[in-house]
């Protein structure tokens, strides 16, 4: 039973441990469908799928590679964080429940191998979190990396204290959403907030278009840019193309140029149609059902 993983790595400007995860990855039971850093979010997210016992080996050995050279004492960019693997989402590719059992099982045993061999702190999350904490990735992340320092923490996994260099990971199953980028050519970062916010409330509201939609706004210093990073939680009720349109029309009433779209991760092969305002790659399309 072939399960997907995305798995997002606080890296994003070492090209040589990019290639040695794209290397690492290069195996005919792995079917990769992202892999790729960014220098301004200072970030890697990868995206693959294969049997359960493939994807723990591969998950483990990538955190090898990473965790001998990252440090988050001296890490910078723009992306909230709280671990070198910040967080690892099991996604099953169906909705049965034998695969969600496959995936649960799974979450687990890699947090608990994750715990045992490197001494991170591992919270569950989303389908997986057991009523002991909050269950939803911006909660657990508040703070950041900084408000770990000397902590008591309650993990699910691992010790009470942060990993000094490798602050704390969070994994587990959650349902399959879709991450996009709308970068504006401006270096404005208050029109990226401001278009965050307002999607924000929008779903507070309960506008149809906006439901399950979470943003924020980044400046993206080296492109001279501004960035509208929205996930999409609800892609069964919620659709691409209207989010994208809304940004573009707000954008050309403030003169202000589109200067890219961006799909981040995978993305599955029922939404594609309408998710025409994003550039698709064929790797990036997921077959779920």
Known sequence: MRLLTVPNWSFGRNAILLREFQRVLSRPDIQVH?????????????????????????????CGLAFDTIDLNHHMGVHPRIGALDVCPIVPLSNSQVEFMEASALAERFSASLAGQFGIPVFLY??????????????????GFGGLANKILRPDFGPELAHP????????????????NVDLATEDLTVAKQFAKRIRSFRADGDPRFLGVRSLGFQLASRHLVQVSINM?????????????????????????????????????????????????????????
């Open 34 to 62: 992202y892999c790729q850093g960014d220098v301004d979010h200072n970030r890697t997210v990868t995206a693959f799928s294969g049997e359960p016992n493939v994807l723990i080996q591969t998950l483990l050995n990538l």
């Open 126 to 143: 989303e389908r997986s979190e057991r009523g002991r904490h909050e269950a939803d990735l911006p909660s657990l992340r508040k703070g």
């Open 165 to 180: 260099n490798l602050g704390v990971s969070i994994v587990g199953v959650r349902d399959f959403l879709i991450a996009m």
């Open 233 to 289: 939680t609800l892609p069964d009720i919620t659709r691409v193309d209207p989010i994208v349109e809304w940004i573009m029309q707000e954008a050309s009433r403030l003169r202000i140029k589109i200067a890219n779209t961006e799909l981040v991760g995978v993305i599955r092969d029922i939404d594609v149609p309408t998710a025409s305002r994003l550039p698709i790659r064929e790797p990036q399309i997921v077959t779920f059902g």
